[in-house]
Every structure is written in C-alpha cells, then in structure tokens.
T-cell receptor
Framework: DVKVTQSSRYLVKRTGEKVFLECVQD?????MFWYRQDPGLGLRLIYF???????EKGDIPEGYSVSREKKERFSLILESASTNQTSMYLC????????????FGSGTRLTVV | DAKTTQPNSMESNEEEPVHLPCNHS???????IHWYRQLPSQGPEYVIH???SNVNNRMASLAIAEDRKSSTLILHRATLRDAAVYYC?????????????FGKGTLLTVNP
C-alpha cells in the first residue's frame, strides 16, 4: 500500500522550542504539502514543494519554514513554537500530473504549552 | 482560487444511495474536479476525480454536468463507515496547479 508517513501522531512542545515535523512518502511523488487543520477553519495550506529543494509559500506560512533535501522527505519547522500553533498538521503528496489524487498522512496533533 | 459550494450537512440511511452535490460555476475548461473525504481523527482520503466524463471506481461514482458547473458524488450503498466530511475541490491549471484548496465540505451522517 502506498503511504505518507508522519513521524509522530501526538506531540507536546513548550513555547519557544524549535519543532520539527517529519513526513516521508514512498510513492516517488514530485509534490509534497503541509496543511494545518483547526476547528471552524478547515484545512489551510502552509507550504508546498514541487521538487527537491524547491518550495513555495501557501496561504499561512508565517512562523513556519520547510526543508526538502530528498524527494521522499518533507519537513515542517516551527522556528519558535507558540500556543497559536497548536493544531493538527497534515502532510500530503501527489504526482506532478493533475490527473491524480493526493495521498494524505494520518496527521500530527501538536500541542504547544 | 476557483470556488466550490456544498451543503453543510446531509443525512442518509444505511444501505441507501447518497448523492452529494457540488456547485462550481466558475470552473474553467482545464480544471479537474476532485473529491476527498475525512473520517474522524484521520487525514483526508482521496475518493475520485474527473475532468469531463462521468467516472466510476470502487469507492464511488462521479457525475459531472454537461456544462461542468456542477457535479455529484454518488455512494451507491452507504455504510456507517461512510460517515465523514466530504470535500469537493477544483484542481486548477496554471501557476497554482499544485495545490488543493479545501472548503468546509459536507458532513455526511449515516443512520443505521
């Protein structure tokens, strides 16, 4: 079965910590994405990458950065975690061709205290 | 971003067909129509997508209007496991063609 794997299901971090969320896909997809999901706000795109070392800002990039050194791995970095970054974080990947769907991971629920 | 409009919620009975509507009146000729669903406490799951013709797969069918301004996701026999939020999304062409923009979706309740 094809997979997008997020390294942690639940994570608790302290305010001001640097946080790394890892995502790995085994489908050789070109595109990878980070979303966050909050009640009442739905899924919002943070960053995406369409190739190794390439990245583009999504709709809410402030407070986040990303890294894609290898095709299969896409990392989301919270430089200095804040309580308003408490959320469910979802990683996804897709082929470059628009005639294919996305595959999502199971999500990481991050709590910043 | 191209927009879609879906009902906030719908209800169905188990083993009955379900028709989930979506309006996308501003769709352009090369935009793909994607459907995803999200079960509680899980990431979204791809259901089906299409461009112009109706599509069938093991999960569902997608009926696309002739003018492409609307589409309907059809679950042929709803089960309790189909209770989820269903998202209709346009995957657009051009500079933003990488990304999917999620709306609020339709919360489907399936009654036993």
């Amino acid at each position: 079965d094809v997979k997008v794997t997020q390294s942690s299901r639940y994570l608790v971090k302290r305010t001001g910590e640097k946080v790394f969320l890892e995502c790995v896909q085994d489908m050789d997809h070109e595109n990878m994405f980070w979303y966050r999901q909050d009640p009442g706000l739905g899924l919002r795109l943070i960053y995406f990458s369409y190739d190794v070392k390439m990245k583009e800002k999504g709709d809410i990039p402030e407070g986040y950065s990303v890294s894609r050194e290898k095709k299969e791995r896409f990392s989301l970095i919270l430089e200095s975690a804040s309580t308003n970054q408490t959320s469910m974080y979802l990683c996804a990947s897709s082929p470059a061709d628009r005639d294919y769907g996305y595959t999502f991971g199971s999500g990481t629920r991050l709590t910043v205290v | 971003d191209a927009k879609t409009t879906q009902p906030n919620s719908m209800e169905s009975n188990e083993e009955e067909p379900v028709h989930l509507p979506c309006n996308h009146s501003t769709i352009s000729g090369t935009d793909y129509i994607h459907w995803y669903r999200q079960l509680p406490s899980q990431g979204p799951e791809y259901v089906i997508h299409g461009l112009t013709s109706n599509v069938n797969n093991r999960m569902a069918s997608l009926a696309i209007a002739e003018d492409r301004k609307s589409s309907t996701l059809i679950l042929h026999r709803a089960t309790l496991r189909d209770a989820a939020v269903y998202y209709c999304i346009l995957r657009v062409s051009g500079g933003s063609n990488y990304k999917l923009t999620f709306g609020k979706g339709t919360l489907l309740t399936v009654n036993p």
